[in-house]
């Protein structure tokens, strides 16, 4: 008789965290301050805080190790979608032919959110705390869309105007996604739009430019310093968004040991680190501390993009158009353009400066994966777990199947853990162009990246000034 | 201090019930027999046997009034994602000025199944009945695509073919759903095909016929009948899908006490009647025995297809091409086409015995509304509650809305509880239409449905015969 209770596990409502892990204080090496673009110097707290939320700042600084989470916002959680499911993938492991307890796959759903990603998690929070410190419209930008639906809903939960930049390409290719932020109330652009002097520059050439993540940050950056009672609001990267998704691996914790399983593998893919980071920090955190020592972390980026496993470990602009803060950060420079492919919440030229450091000091490791491998991987993950993807996250499903085969080929005990970011309703011509054999492999050649990193205008930070 | 475990009420998998309700030996009136269009008489045995899986023709005739729900597909279902949360519509009821616990809103989640609704409920049933059984193949029809999706999952689950015949207007209008339902390796074919008799009638005049529920019905009918290891399914209607369907009302029951709530009122939309009919059978069969005399059931029709709302109680065809058995039941004639609203999965001319017979006897009632009203609630319920509902559950929170207002102006204490059959992450046409302005409302002319039930192709049964 199979105890259900370990093939699904749940937690109640009121067992949601109480805290977020903040690893800064923890981290191997001291974390580096986010430098204005306008005079290559830290940014003064004045000038942060004109940009962000305030309270978000005060913890992109902060060195407590726990962080509460307020009750207003565990209730909002609580009440729509969190604590999210940890299911042990089964009908995955007999596909494998890993029978049996010796290897077992476990993954995290946080494709259950109310946008289908762990988006919200962050989301939540920054309307939270803008609405509780008066600021009354939040702008932002966005990809793939998966980031813009998540903050609209969180905007207008809490009654505050919310505007997205979307680049055009995507505004074009994903009509569903623009709904859904309509149907949240929030106004989207398509960028580059004539709204902004940054969206001008290529907008007056060209009515039909396909935008960039890049422009669309520059664009979202420049309309929050319009009014004083806005703020721009940033989806990955910085360390306050990673703070609040930890929420995902405090709830992972619990549900492990509520079965008494100890991972030996965490897996989450990784474009600007949010997910991946608030999937492991918890973890990572242990192992900092001689708890868990021999817990493997691996980021799974794509080949089209691999700024950890290509880039360099370096000051780098957040955007392409130089206007959002410099950060030290594994990047494959900001004038570097990723392919087209499908994951494109990965298409992102750096990364988290908490998983940058991470990854020089070796606390954890990445891989990277072509596409094609990584949509069948999310196709077989399908048929299986029945869930379809997002092409995001079956890049960490595709590792995770190749660590699971691995160690039964070395007759392994092995416990893998993976984060499901999101589910692939909104990205079905990935599956389409697979299954149809169109779709297309890009792998950077190392000259290309080489060249973006040398541009003239990356930045020069000068350490000994600060 | 809110408790968190009474805003969204969890059931462990362990706690996933054990048995479906089958309400037929309760019924205020015995259970009509199905007919077999062929002679006019009831379907022997043998015919029933060769067109459904042979456990499900069991059910659909079983006098047990539970019925045990087998291991291993209680496995799947809590592996995957039953029991389903319970939400209390905090934000929402905030949204309708009804604050405090006079007036409480719940609503039962059945968009977290991996194919966003409540249908995987029976394909998993009836793929593992058929696998038991040695049925290879299963074959089946669908409109916007929900059942065929789920059928699609269970039938690969369970390593059996699936082919689908899809209305040819959804075919085109959803490729979302083809690529989901090919994701889990289902056949699809737009609807009238040339691989069947059925079709080539349609077909071969007009390749691009736009198809009717009723034509697919019929292919997929006749495809069945080619081999004796294959089997037809039906996603509503009959009363095993309702049965199976009925692992949603227990679940809700169990939540509702463990939060001591006794429900005033239960609503549903209802299409072929799966939806309505699981979520409140257990419930019916409690008012039937004097346990909750004075619950309220109400069943929610568009005004475009009011079956029960304004058609008769008769004999007709389950499906237009009239190769599917001929039921007693509410209907607007098998010749009705419905006009083209976005809830696809109410555009079904007939109502499920069950609930006709329940609607007869005064144990439910039923309202209609219209698309925009439904849709416009569907969006506050987004704004509100996170979740971007599917226009055939819009229909029941369109009523719960109606019914909490009006508790509210009566000064009356309620719990309304209705069931969110999936979510709309492939009708977000239906939302932009309406937030464009562009949504159509549409309602039958009494004279038109008079028509379609006064053709000279209605069936006559005489039921003295049997």
């Not at 109310?114 to 966005?142: C, F, M, W």
């Not at 192992?287 to 950890?308: F, N, Q, Y």
Request: net charge negative.
């Amino acid at each position: 008789m199979i105890d259900f209770n370990k093939t699904r596990i749940l937690l109640e409502p009121n067992e949601i965290p109480k805290e977020w892990v903040n690893i800064v204080p923890d981290l191997p090496a001291p974390m580096t301050p986010l430098i204005n673009p306008m005079d290559g110097k830290p940014a003064p707290p004045e000038l942060a805080f004109a940009i962000f939320p305030k309270e978000c700042v005060l913890q992109e600084v902060s060195q407590e190790p726990l962080i509460p989470i307020p009750n207003e916002l565990r209730e909002i959680y609580a009440g729509s979608y969190r604590p999210t499911p940890l299911h042990r993938a089964l009908s995955l492991e007999k596909e494998l032919g890993i029978p049996g307890d010796d290897i077992k796959i476990f993954y995290k759903n946080e494709s259950v959110s109310p946008t289908g990603s762990h988006k919200p998690n962050t989301a939540l929070a920054q309307a939270y705390y803008s609405k509780r410190d008066g600021v009354n419209e939040l702008i932002t930008e966005t990809g793939a869309g998966q980031w813009g639906s998540a903050l609209s809903y969180g905007c207008n939960l809490f009654d505050i105007k919310c505007t997205v930049y979307m680049v055009r390409a995507s505004f074009l290719q994903k009509p569903g996604r623009k709904i859904l932020m309509r149907a949240y109330d929030a106004q989207v652009h398509a960028s580059p739009s004539n709204l902004t002097d940054s969206g001008k520059l290529y907008y007056e050439s060209d009515p039909d430019h396909p935008g960039s993540l890049g422009i669309a940050i520059s664009e979202a950056v420049e309309h929050s310093m319009r009014s004083d009672k806005a703020r721009y609001s940033l989806g990955s990267v910085v360390n306050f968004v990673l703070l609040h998704q930890t929420i995902i691996g405090q709830e992972v914790k619990a549900q492990l040991n509520k079965i008494e399983v100890k991972p030996d593998v965490l897996i989450g893919c990784m474009g600007g680190g949010s997910n991946l980071g608030g999937f492991m920090i918890p973890f990572a955190r242990d192992k900092l501390h001689g708890i868990l020592p021999d817990l493997e972390i691996v980021g799974v980026e794509p080949r089209a993009c691999p700024s950890v496993c290509k880039g360099d470990y370096r000051w780098d602009y957040g955007d392409s158009a130089k206007k959002a803060p410099i950060l030290k950060m594994h990047t494959l420079g900001h004038n570097f353009i990723p392919s087209p492919i499908h994951a494109g919440g990965l298409r992102y030229h750096g990364m988290a400066p908490i998983i940058s450091i991470l990854s020089g000091k070796k606390i954890m490791s990445s891989v990277m994966h072509h596409q094609t491998e990584v949509i069948s991987s999310g196709l077989m993950f399908a048929k299986t777990e029945g869930i379809l993807p997002a092409p995001e996250a079956a890049h960490a499903i595709k590792e995770a199947i190749d660590q699971a085969l691995a160690a039964k080929e070395n007759k392994e005990k092995k416990n893998i853990v993976f984060n499901l970011s999101g589910h692939g309703f909104f990205d079905l011509l990935a599956y389409k162009e697979h299954m149809m054999g169109n779709l297309v492999d890009y792998e950077m050649p190392r000259e290309e990246i080489e060249k973006a990193l040398s541009a003239p205008d990356m930045p020069k930070i000068d350490e000994t000034r600060f």
